[in-house]
């Protein structure tokens, strides 16, 4: 009898939970391409005895658990986008979620959005959640081609290809779209590199070349043209080179020896203006007729004054060794008395040859001291 019961009670229970609130999408994973939109859906269906408030969250799951799950949109009666990364990009796909339908759309992807997303449906006393995973891809955009190495019969050089944008894997193919439109047999590829190795360069070679950029999404593609030539004369260039090397080096030369002339002769120039010259007699000035004068006693009374002793000093008289000879003595008679001497320089005094000459001091008593 106990048996009975409780292969009944828990029968009820069975039936109970199956007939509760459930999630019909489960697990799902999404792909979706940048700058489109895409639905992420979340269906449910409610049991009898889910009476409650009817409540439904997304939520961007946190990628570790150090972080908290950041909620997208809300609905509970209506909807309420929340403040996000999605803010603005995010809706509930129907007007009406309560009728079993919680799925929400996203416009404009970024590759930010990738990652998992909560649908949580809440019916008290049912309540439900389920995760999905969105994964935004780039198409391959912004492809660049270019060459590498001289284009030139016998030499080897690449050719590049190379994808600004698109999500990885890439992967690139190479095409000849002119000429012969064969790869040169010679040529090795790099799918994932995108470079098309090419060695010893034939003038078969030239051509256009397509590289296409390729990811599982979408294709993007660039062209570029190979114009192989014969090999430049090289020895004529370098000829040519040292030519015109030196002409340089010659012709600098040239301006370097005419500016210097011009400087010396500038130099020079400048000398003579400054230049007084010896063989011109000086200005004669009184006062180094009066110096001359002084000096020319003083010379022919040094040998009889280094034979005389302080005691024997008084012969002399005061006045010969006081009497400079008046300017007024020499000035000519028809000079006025207000006639000025020029004044000489000393360094231009020695330059005329003028020699220095030491005047005896005497005291008061008139003695040499």
């Given at each position: 009898m106990?048996?009975?019961?409780?292969?009944l009670a828990?029968l009820?229970?069975?039936?109970?939970?199956?007939?509760?609130l459930?999630?019909?999408?489960l697990?799902?994973?999404y792909e979706g391409?940048?700058g489109?939109k895409?639905?992420?859906d979340c269906?449910?269906?409610l049991?009898?005895?889910?009476?409650?408030t009817?409540?439904?969250e997304?939520?961007?799951?946190?990628?570790d658990?150090?972080?908290?799950?950041?909620?997208i949109?809300v609905?509970?009666?209506k909807?309420y986008?929340?403040?996000?990364?999605?803010?603005?990009?995010v809706?509930f796909?129907?007007?009406?979620p309560?009728?079993?339908d919680?799925s929400?759309?996203?416009?404009?992807?970024?590759?930010?959005?990738s990652?998992?997303?909560?649908?949580k449906?809440k019916?008290?006393?049912?309540v439900?959640?389920d995760?999905?995973?969105l994964n935004?891809y780039?198409?391959?955009?912004?492809?660049?081609?270019?060459?590498?190495?001289?284009?030139?019969i016998?030499?080897?050089?690449?050719?590049?290809?190379n994808?600004?944008e698109?999500?990885?894997?890439?992967?690139?193919?190479?095409?000849?779209?002119?000429?012969?439109e064969?790869?040169?047999p010679?040529?090795v590829a790099?799918?994932?590199?995108?470079?098309?190795?090419?060695k010893?360069?034939?003038h078969?070679?030239?051509g256009?070349?397509?590289c296409?950029?390729k990811?599982r999404i979408?294709?993007d593609e660039?062209l570029?043209?190979?114009n192989?030539?014969?090999?430049?004369?090289?020895?004529?260039?370098?000829?040519?080179?040292i030519?015109?090397?030196l002409?340089?080096?010659?012709?600098?030369?040239?301006?370097i020896f005419?500016?210097?002339r011009?400087?010396k002769?500038?130099?020079?120039?400048?000398e003579?203006?400054?230049?007084i010259?010896e063989?011109v007699?000086?200005?004669?000035?009184?006062?180094?007729?009066?110096?001359?004068y002084?000096?020319?006693?003083?010379?022919s009374?040094?040998?009889s004054?280094?034979?005389l002793?302080?005691?024997?000093m008084?012969?002399?008289?005061?006045?010969r060794?006081?009497h400079?000879?008046?300017?007024?003595?020499?000035?000519p008679?028809?000079?006025?008395?207000?006639?000025v001497?020029p004044k000489?320089?000393g360094?231009?005094?020695?330059?005329?040859?003028?020699?220095?000459?030491?005047i005896?001091a005497?005291?008061k008593d008139?003695?040499?001291?």
């Amino acid at each position: 009898m106990a048996r009975s019961l409780v292969r009944l009670a828990v029968l009820s229970l069975s039936c109970a939970l199956l007939n509760a609130l459930e999630l019909l999408s489960l697990g799902k994973k999404y792909e979706g391409i940048q700058g489109d939109k895409i639905v992420l859906d979340c269906k449910f269906t409610l049991a009898p005895e889910d009476t409650g408030t009817l409540d439904i969250e997304w939520f961007l799951v946190a990628p570790d658990n150090q972080q908290a799950d950041k909620p997208i949109i809300v609905y509970s009666g209506k909807s309420y986008p929340l403040g996000s990364p999605l803010q603005g990009r995010v809706d509930f796909v129907s007007p009406t979620p309560e009728d079993g339908d919680a799925s929400i759309i996203i416009s404009n992807l970024k590759a930010s959005d990738s990652g998992s997303y909560q649908c949580k449906v809440k019916k008290l006393p049912g309540v439900r959640n389920d995760k999905v995973i969105l994964n935004v891809y780039i198409k391959p955009a912004n492809t660049r081609c270019y060459t590498e190495g001289r284009q030139e019969i016998g030499q080897d050089l690449s050719l590049k290809c190379n994808a600004k944008e698109g999500s990885s894997p890439l992967t690139y193919t190479w095409q000849k779209i002119s000429g012969l439109e064969k790869l040169p047999p010679n040529a090795v590829a790099d799918a994932t590199g995108g470079t098309l190795n090419i060695k010893n360069a034939s003038h078969e070679f030239s051509g256009t070349y397509r590289c296409t950029s390729k990811n599982r999404i979408g294709t993007d593609e660039c062209l570029v043209i190979l114009n192989v030539v014969p090999p430049a004369n090289t020895a004529g260039i370098i000829a040519g080179a040292i030519i015109g090397t030196l002409l340089f080096l010659i012709v600098l030369g040239i301006l370097i020896f005419f500016c210097c002339r011009k400087q010396k002769e500038k130099k020079y120039e400048k000398e003579i203006q400054h230049e007084i010259r010896e063989d011109v007699a000086p200005p004669k000035s009184r006062t180094s007729t009066a110096r001359s004068y002084i000096g020319s006693n003083i010379g022919s009374n040094h040998s009889s004054l280094g034979s005389l002793s302080p005691s024997n000093m008084d012969g002399y008289t005061k006045a010969r060794y006081n009497h400079v000879p008046s300017e007024e003595t020499e000035r000519p008679s028809s000079q006025t008395p207000n006639y000025v001497p020029p004044k000489v320089a000393g360094p231009n005094l020695s330059r005329m040859g003028a020699i220095p000459v030491m005047i005896p001091a005497q005291s008061k008593d008139g003695s040499i001291v």
